[in-house]
């Protein structure tokens, strides 16, 4: 079965020039070199009200899931799920730089966990806890290949619709 991410990997720019917010999309600090290093992933599913912090490598990692409880266009308000503490969370989203991986940087503050900056593609929209396992899927297949720079070149096949 098809899900949306996979359906919008393969359609790729279509959205070229939508902005995207802290919702839905999936948002990552970096594309590992080895599968030995790690890379911090974020990511909240609006309509089931959940996200989920996670750092991995291929041989080790970790995640908390927590709860969305608000959102709007500068904070979200989160319950994490093994602690029930609650955080808000600043955040912005702008069109990434010549210099930044992606096509949107996630700059955030006040979060119990990872790093402040987080990068995203306009094609990593998330619609479900599903699509974001797809995604965790896709990302380790493209590092385990030595694919995973190449996500970010514009140039690369899973950016154009052939």
């Given at each position: 079965?098809?899900?949306n991410?996979?359906?919008?990997?393969?359609?790729?720019?279509?959205?070229?020039?939508?902005?995207?917010?802290?919702?839905?999309?999936?948002?990552?600090?970096?594309?590992p070199?080895?599968e030995?290093d790690?890379?911090?992933?974020?990511?909240?599913?609006?309509?089931e009200?959940?996200?989920v912090?996670?750092?991995?490598?291929?041989?080790?990692?970790?995640?908390?899931?927590?709860?969305?409880?608000?959102?709007?266009?500068k904070?979200v308000?989160?319950k994490?799920?093994?602690?029930?503490?609650?955080?808000?969370?600043?955040?912005?989203?702008?069109?990434?730089?010549g210099?930044?991986?992606?096509?949107?940087?996630?700059?955030?503050?006040?979060?119990?966990?990872?790093?402040?900056?987080y990068?995203?593609?306009n094609?990593?929209?998330?619609?479900?806890?599903?699509?974001?396992?797809?995604?965790?899927?896709?990302?380790d297949?493209?590092?385990k290949?030595?694919l995973?720079?190449q996500?970010?070149?514009?140039?690369?096949?899973?950016?154009?619709?052939?």
């Open positions: 079965m098809q899900t991410l996979t359906r919008n990997i393969a359609t790729s720019m279509q959205k070229h020039g939508h902005s995207v917010g802290i919702e839905n999309q999936l948002w990552i600090d970096r594309i070199d080895t030995k790690k890379m911090n992933l974020f990511a909240i599913i609006k309509a009200k959940i996200g912090y996670q750092a991995a490598s291929e041989f080790e990692g970790d995640y908390s899931i927590f709860f969305l409880e608000s959102l709007d266009d904070t308000s989160i994490m799920g093994q602690t029930d503490k609650k955080h808000k969370i600043s955040y912005k989203v702008r069109p990434t730089t210099k930044e991986l992606g096509d949107f940087a996630l700059e955030v503050s006040g979060h119990p966990r990872g790093p402040k900056s990068f995203t593609l094609e990593w929209e998330l619609g479900s806890s599903q699509d974001l396992e797809v995604a965790i899927e896709f990302l297949a493209a590092v290949t030595g995973g720079n996500l970010f070149d514009k140039t690369c096949p899973l950016h154009h619709n052939n």
